[in-house]
C-alpha cells in the first residue's frame, strides 16, 4: 500500500446470507476491522454475529445492527445481498461522502450503485469466483480464489489490497462485459453441477446404486479440476478423446442414445475438447485422429 491508500476504521457487511457469512469470517480472521453485520431480518444478523462471536479470533466485538445503523458506524459497506436488492439499498440508504460501498455480483458494473455515488460515496464490487453454498462461514473459502474487482482509485485498489489479504487473487473489471463475465463463471461452477446429474443418470443406466453416483463421480470432477488448475488444458485431459480412440467414443454415443440430452451433451463437449487450442492429440498422427473423431461426433447429430 501506498501512503495514500484508503484505510478502513470500521466495515460493515449487509446481507447475512452465504456470501456474508463467509466474507464477514474472513475479514475478521484477516485482522481487518469488522464492527457490523445487517440485514433484512435481524434475527439474522445476529445469527451471524453470535457465530462469529464464537469464532476464536483475537478481533473486536461484531454488532448486529440496522442496515441503517450499519450504514452510520461504517466507513466500508459490503452489500452482500442478492443482486436485485442492490439497486434499492444503493438508493434508499444514507451514504454520505467519503464512505465507501461495494457490491459482490458478477452481473452488475457500478452503475447499480450511482444513487450511493451521488451521496457522495466511493462505489466499487468485489466479486469472488467461488461458490459459497451454505450460511455457515468459511474463511478460507477465499484462499486460492480469484476476486473480481472494480473501482475507481483509491477504493479500486484498496479492495484489491483487501482480497489479496484474504488468500484471493485479483482481476480487474473495469471495462469487461458483465453479461459473459458470469457466463465465464457459470460454465465453470454450476454446469459442472449439470454435468453430473447427466453422469449420475447413466451411472444409474448402467446398473449402479444411484445413491452411489455422486460420492463415486464427484472425486473425479474435482480430479478433473485439480488437473486443470495445474496444466494447459489439453495437458490436463486424459481418456478416450485424448487417445484419439474412435471406437470407444462410437460405443459411448450409441449406449447414450437411449438418453437424447446426455448423448448430444456428450457430443457437444467432445466436440468442444477437441477444438481445445492448442490442440489436445498431439502430432504426428494428431490432427488425422481428431479429424476421425470430428466426423464421428458430426455424423451422430440428432
Ligand atoms: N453465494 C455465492 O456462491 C455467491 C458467489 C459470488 C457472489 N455472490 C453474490 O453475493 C450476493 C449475495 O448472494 P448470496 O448467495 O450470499 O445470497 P443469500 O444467501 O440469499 O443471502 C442474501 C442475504 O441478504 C439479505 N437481504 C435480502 N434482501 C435484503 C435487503 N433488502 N436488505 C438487507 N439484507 C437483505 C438476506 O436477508 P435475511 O437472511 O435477513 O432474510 C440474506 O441474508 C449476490 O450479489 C451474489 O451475486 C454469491
Request: glycine residues 8%; proline residues 8%; hydrophobic residues 55%.
Amino acid at each position: 500500500m501506498t501512503d495514500d491508500a484508503l484505510r478502513f476504521g470500521a466495515i460493515g457487511v449487509i446481507g447475512a446470507g452465504r456470501l456474508g457469512a463467509s466474507l464477514a469470517a474472513a475479514l475478521r480472521a484477516a485482522g481487518h476491522p469488522l464492527v457490523a453485520v445487517a440485514s433484512a431480518r435481524l434475527a439474522s444478523a445476529e445469527a451471524l454475529a453470535a457465530e462469529l462471536a464464537a469464532t476464536p479470533v483475537e478481533a473486536p466485538p461484531v454488532e448486529a445492527l440496522t442496515v441503517e445503523a450499519a450504514v452510520a458506524r461504517c466507513d466500508l459497506l459490503f452489500l452482500t445481498v442478492p443482486d436485485a436488492a442492490i439497486g434499492p439499498l444503493a438508493a434508499a440508504l444514507p451514504w454520505r461522502a467519503g464512505q465507501s460501498v461495494a457490491h459482490c455480483c458478477g452481473a452488475h458494473t457500478l452503475h447499480v450503485l450511482a444513487p450511493a455515488a451521488a451521496r457522495g460515496a466511493r462505489t466499487g464490487c468485489l466479486h469472488p469466483l467461488q461458490s459459497f453454498p451454505t450460511r455457515t462461514g468459511d474463511p478460507a473459502r477465499f484462499r486460492g480464489t480469484t476476486c473480481g474487482v472494480e473501482g475507481a482509485e483509491p477504493l479500486g485498489g484498496a479492495l484489491e489490497a483487501l482480497a489479496r489479504s484474504l488468500g484471493a487473487d485479483v482481476v480487474r473489471l473495469d471495462g469487461v462485459d458483465r453479461a459473459l463475465y458470469p457466463a465465464a463463471a457459470i460454465f465453470a461452477s454450476n454446469c459442472a453441477i449439470a454435468l453430473l446429474g447427466a453422469a449420475s443418470r447413466s451411472w444409474a443406466r448402467a446398473g449402479l446404486p444411484l445413491a452411489a453416483a455422486r460420492p463415486a463421480l464427484a472425486p473425479l470432477l474435482q480430479g478433473a479440476a485439480a488437473n486443470a488448475a495445474a496444466h494447459e488444458l489439453r495437458d490436463a485431459l486424459t481418456g478416450p478423446l485424448a487417445r484419439g480412440d474412435t471406437a470407444t467414443v462410437a460405443a459411448h454415443l450409441a449406449a447414450l442414445a437411449a438418453d437424447p440430452p446426455a448423448h448430444e451433451l456428450y457430443r457437444r463437449l467432445a466436440l468442444e475438447l477437441l477444438a481445445l487450442d492448442p490442440p489436445a492429440l498431439d502430432p504426428p498422427h494428431g490432427a488425422e485422429a481428431r479429424a476421425r473423431l470430428v466426423a464421428l461426433l458430426a455424423a451422430a447429430r440428432e
